[in-house]
């Protein structure tokens, strides 16, 4: 059976060849996701982290979306010139104005948008990744919350939550076992919440930002 990785390998193979055509046929109808602006990204980011952990290159086929699962496969299709590539999601942005996808600059080269920087462009799902898609997560909603503690029992959850003035008490399925995490907040960027994160830092609660699963 073959694994993530090379299903993935095998899928950008096939991009490789339709690309040369400008087209990507396939015998499953795939699901479009989204239509909008993309841009690229290159050599400021080239060699750093990315969201999931990974070092980003910018000539390999990826492409980094603000809530789809990581992992998550993709046809991009440029509607400006109808070239198509197939990428795969490892990073978070873009955060400029309504786009809805940071290209890698090899991806951005097989659709012809290097030189112009932006495209209109059409996101069909090929694969989905770490986590199910869904309506939410396909159309670049996110948000970001503050977690302080976890436990495996509700009432020392929510005993933590009534000390802590605007916390809440969430529910989680992690396999088998049910945990019971407690939140401080929700939040539209990173940045707010990791401001909200050193305050609370600071008044003695430690805990990290997490982007909410959707």
């Not at 193979?13 to 046929?25: D, K, M, N, P």
């Amino acid at each position: 059976m073959l694994n993530k990785q090379s299903s993935f390998i095998i899928i950008l193979l096939l991009g490789f060849i339709a690309s040369s055509c400008g087209t990507i046929r396939s015998t499953e109808t795939m699901r479009t996701l989204d239509t909008g602006m993309a841009s690229w990204y290159g050599p400021d980011f080239h060699g750093k982290l990315t969201a999931n952990g990974e070092t980003y290159n910018m000539n390999d086929m990826t492409a980094a979306h603000r809530s789809l699962p990581f992992n998550t496969v993709l046809k991009v299709t440029n509607l400006e010139n109808g070239k198509s590539i197939v990428v795969r999601i490892n990073d978070r942005g873009p955060y400029v104005g309504n786009r809805i996808i940071d290209l890698s600059r090899e991806a951005a080269r097989k659709i012809d948008m290097e030189n112009s920087g932006v495209a209109e462009v059409r996101l069909e799902l090929v694969e989905e990744g770490d986590r199910p898609v869904t309506r939410a997560s396909a159309r670049s909603t996110e948000r970001f919350t503050v977690q302080l503690a976890s436990y495996n029992s509700q009432r020392e959850a929510k005993a933590a939550s009534d000390n802590i003035r605007g916390t809440r008490v969430e529910t989680v399925k992690i396999g088998d076992q049910t945990v019971y995490r407690v939140y401080y907040g929700t939040y539209r960027s990173e940045s707010d919440a990791r401001t909200v994160q050193q305050r609370l830092s600071r008044n003695g609660h430690d805990g990290f930002v997490k982007q909410i699963e959707l």
